[in-house]
């Protein structure tokens, strides 16, 4: 596989959200605005990609046995310090996502991403194959945070996340008579996302229909 | 602290704040192991297991270690570590005492580890600012409520796997579906309390 398909993997082949089912907690819980998505998003590549890069350097010297201890244990602590960070410079995303920080540590992509990837191959692929892998997750949490902060308000809007006064833009899109405020409850997430993966299924399926039809020619 | 306030807080967490349905946490156990109704029953009771214990030992880590040391910024490297150690002690008398149910949960169980129920209660305890109470009802409120869900959703997918589905919904997409439908009904419970 060349550096670009192993870069790009994460938007649709290997969607982490939507194609392995990965770290839907984070993805089902913060997706309420735009901004949390982006935040969250962003706090997730941060993680990713320096956790990849830290254990694709170690890769060599870390016994296997105890490799995952030693994973989580790298994970949590670059957790805490994006954690500590959010919590100086953007206080209102730090409330807003709550215990969904810490929870990165648990997020399955980061560690799948460690034991799959990371720990078998080069700093410099590790590094890329974090930052597409959470390029895909950011990606997926937008669209479902767009969708669902759309029908549940009928605004799009995005904040500055370090000074929440500054607007940098506000649209309205539906009416207000006629916003579906579900959406911004749990079933709202449950029904965006089933949707969505049913899509990307149906999309997938209709691909395999017609390369099938192809062969048979 | 009286016990009417332990109940309802009980009340509160099983049903109404639901893990599962209400705060999302605990998602991919949710998913993977609720297949079948047994091996429901068996995750949810290692998981009370795990969050019950590890609840204990970091509550008591952070006041008596911790906090006395001023390192509470390293509360998430130690409550991660603590919780790995039980997840495996766990693996192993699981292992022993009933192979049947060690090869349901399969992958499953080491993944215990990153479920992120556990972590999120160990971490609460502590940022709710818990007494011993309360913190044993919370941790023992929460796994129940995950047990309770997990087992109804087991229930309605053995139903799912025999009725007619669209291609493109089959498998998770319908499941989340139907667990969408059950956090609509949970929120009814909402006036309990």
Redo the contacts between chains.
């Keep these: 596989m060349n550096r670009k398909e192993n870069f790009t993997a994460g938007f649709i082949r290997e969607n982490p959200v939507f194609g392995l089912?990965?770290g839907?907690?984070?993805t089902?819980?913060i997706t309420t605005t735009l901004n949390n998505a982006i935040g969250m998003g962003v706090a997730v590549i941060l993680v990713l990609v320096m956790s990849n890069v830290i254990i694709s350097c170690i890769r060599k010297i870390t016994p296997s046995e105890i490799r995952?201890?030693v994973y989580?244990?790298i994970i949590?602590?670059l957790?805490?310090i994006i954690?500590?960070l959010i919590k100086a410079y953007a206080p209102a995303l730090d409330s807003a996502l709550g215990?969904f920080i810490?929870?990165i540590?648990?997020?399955?992509i980061i560690?799948g991403r460690a034991e799959a990837f990371a720990s078998k191959n080069s700093i410099f692929d590790s590094a890329l194959d974090g930052l597409g892998m959470g390029i895909g997750y950011t990606c997926s949490i937008i669209v479902m945070s767009i969708i669902r902060q759309v029908l549940a308000t009928g605004i799009l809007s995005f904040e500055n996340p370090f000074n929440v006064e500054q607007v940098l833009f506000q649209v309205q899109i539906i009416p207000e008579d006629y916003i579906i405020s579900m959406f911004s409850?749990?079933?709202?997430?449950?029904?965006t996302?089933?949707?969505l993966?049913?899509?990307l299924?149906?999309c997938k399926?209709a691909k395999a229909a017609k390369a099938q039809a192809k062969e048979g020619n | 602290m009286d016990l009417s306030n332990l109940f309802v807080m009980f009340i509160t967490f099983t049903l109404i704040n639901n893990v599962v349905?209400?705060?999302?946490?605990?998602?991919?156990p949710f998913?993977g192991v609720s297949k079948k109704s047994s091996s429901a029953l068996g995750m949810g009771a290692a998981v009370t297991f795990v969050i019950v214990a590890a609840s204990l030992v970091t509550y008591g880590l952070y006041y008596w270690v911790l906090e006395p040391a001023d390192l509470e910024?390293m509360d998430?490297?130690t409550f991660?570590?603590v919780i790995?150690s039980l997840v495996q002690l766990v693996e192993m008398i699981i292992k022993k005492t009933s192979p049947g149910l060690y090869k349901a949960l399969g992958v499953y169980l080491?993944?215990i580890?990153?479920?992120?129920v556990?972590?999120?209660v160990t971490?609460?305890n502590i940022?709710e600012g818990y007494n011993f109470a309360e913190m044993l009802t919370y941790s023992i409120a929460i796994p129940v409520g995950f047990t309770l869900v997990l087992y109804i959703f087991s229930t309605i997918r053995e139903r799912l796997e025999l009725s007619n589905v669209?291609?493109?919904?089959?498998g998770?997409?319908?499941a989340?579906?139907v667990?969408?439908?059950m956090?609509?009904a949970f929120?009814g419970l909402a006036g309990l309390v």
């Design positions: 089912y990965l839907l907690c984070s089902l819980a995952i201890p989580i244990v949590a602590t957790v805490k954690q500590m215990v810490p929870l540590v648990v997020n399955c560690l409850q749990p079933i709202g997430a449950f029904i996302f089933a949707m993966a049913g899509i299924a149906a399926n | 349905l209400n705060q999302f946490l605990g998602i991919c998913m910024y998430l490297i991660i570590l790995a080491p993944l580890t990153t479920n992120c556990v972590l999120n971490l609460n940022t669209p291609q493109a919904f089959k998770n997409p319908i989340l579906i667990a969408g439908m956090a609509l929120s």
